[in-house]
């Protein structure tokens, strides 16, 4: 596939777009998720990292209408960045957010658990900072953002990362986690949010006990953030993932979409 290379408005680096171009109109028959029609365009982008590392491979999605707007990092769960993932994207988009996936395997896909495990504990949060931060740079640098209203979200091992760079970036507006394996805990970390936070479990999560949640929120309140937690009873890990017939809770994750759009409405929307 050709690729056209392109620079940054802002000198932060530059980024190739895979110039192949597709309109989408989805209809959705889901449980979950009320039946919607909507145009966007998505594409395939590599970003190149602004820290001198690999380029960063991604999915986009975006509503194919003028003007700039609010953007969101979707970060993917420990399989990779598997079409699930991409189907979030779309989500988003169809509510008015420049949607950007990033894939921090470089192209790999677990397959099994220990596949899965293997690939997240190759990602430290210390490398997924840098690519997000080349994520970051790339939303500020297209016309089609408004650069002060750029949310991260995640899922899993996803929510861990974007935890993880809630802590480290004052460049995010707003932040939604859920089911974040690995919870930042400590306080010094904690205080350097600055962007309001959503986080999300459920009450039933084998990885992360919601009296731990209950904790992290109390410590975010004492501190002086903006932080709420909610916890869906009867529902355990990834019961947003409707891939997942035995995790998946249709009921819970409604809700939960429900109060993520009005979240981010709240914090990226004019």
């Not at 145009?39 to 700039?68: C, F, Q, V, W």
């Not at 769960?77 to 169809?94: C, F, N």
């Not at 504990?121 to 002060?148: A, G, H, R």
Request: proline share 6%; charged share 25%.
């Amino acid at each position: 596939m050709d690729f056209a290379e392109q620079k940054s408005g802002n000198g932060r680096g530059t980024f190739r777009i895979a110039k192949f171009r597709r309109l989408l109109i989805i209809f959705r028959k889901d449980r979950a998720f009320p039946p919607s029609e909507f145009l966007m365009i998505t594409e395939t982008i590599t970003i190149d990292s602004i820290h001198g590392g690999k380029p960063i491979g991604a999915y986009l999605s975006r509503p194919d209408t003028p003007g700039n707007g609010p953007a969101l990092i979707v970060i993917h769960e420990w399989w990779g960045l598997v079409p699930h993932i991409k189907d979030i994207a779309d989500r988003y988009a169809s509510q008015g957010y420049v949607t950007v996936a990033p894939d921090l395997y470089g192209g790999a896909v677990g397959t099994s658990p220990e596949e899965a495990s293997k690939l997240s504990s190759s990602v430290t949060p210390e490398i997924s900072k840098k690519m997000l931060d080349s994520v970051v740079s790339y939303l500020s640098s297209v016309k089609f953002v408004n650069p002060e209203r750029i949310g991260i979200t995640g899922f899993c091992f996803g929510g861990t990362h974007s935890f993880n760079y809630l802590c480290e970036s004052d460049r995010i507006a707003a932040g939604v986690l859920f089911y974040a394996t690995q919870p930042v805990r400590a306080e010094e970390k904690l205080a350097k949010i600055t962007a309001p936070v959503l986080i999300i479990y459920g009450d039933q999560d084998y990885r992360v006990r919601q009296e731990v949640a209950r904790e992290i929120e109390g410590k975010l309140k004492r501190l002086g953030k903006n932080a709420q937690l909610v916890i869906y009873p009867g529902c355990g890990h990834a019961f947003f993932n409707d891939q997942n017939k035995q995790a998946y809770r249709p009921e819970a994750s409604r809700d939960a979409w429900e109060k993520t759009l009005a979240f981010f409405a709240k914090y990226l929307k004019p």
